[in-house]
């Protein structure tokens, strides 16, 4: 074993309850992130879902004529954000009305004309149905003088992304401050430990190591202590999951690469404090 | 080998330490560096080993300036000299042994290698049998030897000694000097700092230099400032 990795070992050793201090900080501000991202991550999955259901709906009035209809189409399929543009008649809506709505066929039946207005039926395609662009699409449509009344999702799109939005700020903010107190505990662990080593740092220095070789120890530990918070971070997220699965609603779990991510982030965050502090207190020795 | 040139040290809050200090030690010397307490001995080999910038001068150790060293140079002017202290400095939690092993191993030395040359280097400062007993288990004078042996373990050029034999009795204090006398006589440059006066008297064919109040006040055979002008 390299006289490094002992040394940081040994670190462990001889403050445990720091050590553990630092990973459970660590743990917790990553474990935050990670609950942020199993709720984006399911989110999206349910805005993905759904996004490719997302029409826009022009209902017409009885007096469009076919030239109109004509005319617009062609303009509207001309947009970006169309994937896909529907003419259904008043006799279609009809159909599919009483398909849908068996008990009320007799009414549908016994009418003497049809009431069901046509429709222009517009699929956004799938990563341009953002409130923004549903909404744009609404207004083209709303500016033909013979549709009568459009229609779109109200607002739950809008809605979705607020939600998103919040859980992000939230989650910045609180994974933030628990990043910035995991940070000044491993700083405080790297002080207590260059001063128990201030001796051995100073005969080290004496007889020519280089600060490269005397901070490895440090920023070893710093490594370790971030892997292990952000291994413990991966677990709390997934338990949170478990449970969440069982007792509130079906979730999905984090695609590998996220929880790979939340551990190497834990072990960067390690890295970075440690090289920090060292770099800081050796001075002082 | 070491060479002062007009050397001035100032502390913020004592004041002058070294006022325009100027020597020249050649390699294979061995050079007594005396003088009262607070002369400024230790300034000097604080500021031979880098461990301290001079204030005004400058100071050439085997090559290296202190006018033009970087930081990360300086731990391979460290591995360039061995340094023993009155205090020995051991680390009291590691052997005999393993307090010498200590210097290979943080100077990358290959894990083979350490423990042979570290058992070889106890056997020359005749320590070879308390290979394995920790620094609380010896005495005064054998503590001193392991700590030389840490210095001379890396094979250094230059041999710095701070008051080595200040907390050794009359007899041990001799056997460590004894043991100076025979690196040198092999070829090693040695400065030793010592307030011990009988020491010093009681070997005159070697050079003294005097301190009084961070000034040069006796040199016993300095060397003319012009030969070798470059070559610190
Ligand atoms: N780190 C320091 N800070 C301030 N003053 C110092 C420091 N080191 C030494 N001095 C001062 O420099 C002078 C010389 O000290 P020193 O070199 O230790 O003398 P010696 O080793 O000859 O006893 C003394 O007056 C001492 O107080
Ligand atoms: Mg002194």
């Known amino acids: 074993m390299s006289y490094a990795l002992r040394e940081a070992l040994a670190a462990f050793r001889r403050t445990p ?130 549709v009568e009344e ?27 401050a628990f990043a910035l107190v995991a940070g000044i505990i491993i700083a405080t662990a790297i002080r207590i430990a260059v001063f128990a080593r201030r001796e051995e740092i100073s005969i080290m220095r004496l007889v020519g190591a280089t600060d490269g070789f ?53 072990t960067v965050f390690g890295f970075l404090s440690s090289i920090v502090a060292v770099r800081r207190h050796l001075e002082a020795v | 080998m070491i060479r002062l040139s007009s050397v001035s ?54 090559g290296f300036s202190s006018k033009l060293i970087r930081q990360r140079d300086i731990p391979m002017l460290r591995r360039k000299m061995g340094v023993v202290f ?24 290959k894990r083979s290698a350490i423990a042979p040359r570290a058992h070889r280097v106890l056997t020359q400062v005749g320590l070879a049998h308390k290979a394995r007993a920790y620094p609380d288990e010896l005495s005064g004078g054998e503590r001193q030897r392991v700590a030389i042996a840490r210095a001379l373990v890396n094979e250094p050029l230059l041999l710095l000694a701070d008051e080595p034999t200040g907390n050794l009795d009359e007899w041990a204090a001799k056997g460590v000097f004894e043991l100076f006398r025979e690196i040198n006589a092999m070829g090693m440059t040695v400065l030793m700092a010592t307030h011990d006066l009988d020491l010093v008297r009681a070997h005159p064919q070697y050079r003294v230099i005097e301190l009084s109040q961070g000034a040069v006040v006796y040199d016993s055979a300095p060397t003319p400032a012009t030969r070798e002008p470059q070559q610190a």
């Open chain 2, 86 to 109: 009155q205090d020995f400095r051991l680390l009291r939690d590691r052997t005999a042994e393993e307090n010498v092993a200590f210097a290979l191993e943080v100077t990358g030395t």
């Open chain 1, 17 to 146: 309850l720091l050590t553990m201090l630092s990973v459970v900080a660590i743990a917790f501000s990553l474990f935050i992130v990670g609950l942020f991202g199993l709720t984006a991550f399911n989110i999206s999955q349910a805005v993905r879902e759904v996004e490719n259901k997302v029409e826009v709906v022009g209902y017409l009035r009885d007096d469009a004529t076919a030239m109109q209809l004509q005319v617009a189409q062609e303009e509207l399929r001309r947009l970006p954000e169309v994937q896909e543009l529907r003419y259904v008649t008043k006799t279609e809506a009809l159909a599919t009305a009483m398909e849908e709505m068996k008990e009320f066929r007799d009414v549908f039946t016994d009418l003497e004309s049809n009431p069901l207005p046509a429709s222009l039926e517009v699929r956004l395609r799938p990563g341009q149905s953002s409130p923004e662009a549903v909404s744009r699409v609404a207004k083209r449509l709303q500016a033909y003088a013979f």
């Open chain 1, 214 to 266: 005397v901070q490895r120890p440090f920023v070893l530990e710093g490594i370790i202590t971030g892997l292990l918070g952000g291994i413990t971070a991966a677990a709390l997220t997934w338990v949170a999951f478990a449970a969440l699965n069982r007792y509130l609603f079906a979730l999905k779990w984090l695609p590998s690469e996220w929880i790979v991510a939340v551990v190497v982030a834990g």
């Open chain 2, 9 to 62: 040290k100032e502390y913020a809050r004592s004041g002058a330490a070294l006022r325009d200090v100027s020597f020249h030690v050649r390699k294979g010397e061995l050079v007594f560096l005396t003088g009262h307490s607070g002369a400024g001995k230790s300034t000097v080999m604080r500021l031979i080993q880098m461990a301290d910038m001079p204030s005004g001068g400058e100071v050439r150790v085997s």
């Open chain 1, 150 to 176: 459009v229609d779109f999702g109200d607002g739950w799109v809008e809605k979705i992304y607020t939600i998103r939005r919040l859980f992000g700020a939230a989650a910045t903010a609180i994974g933030g």
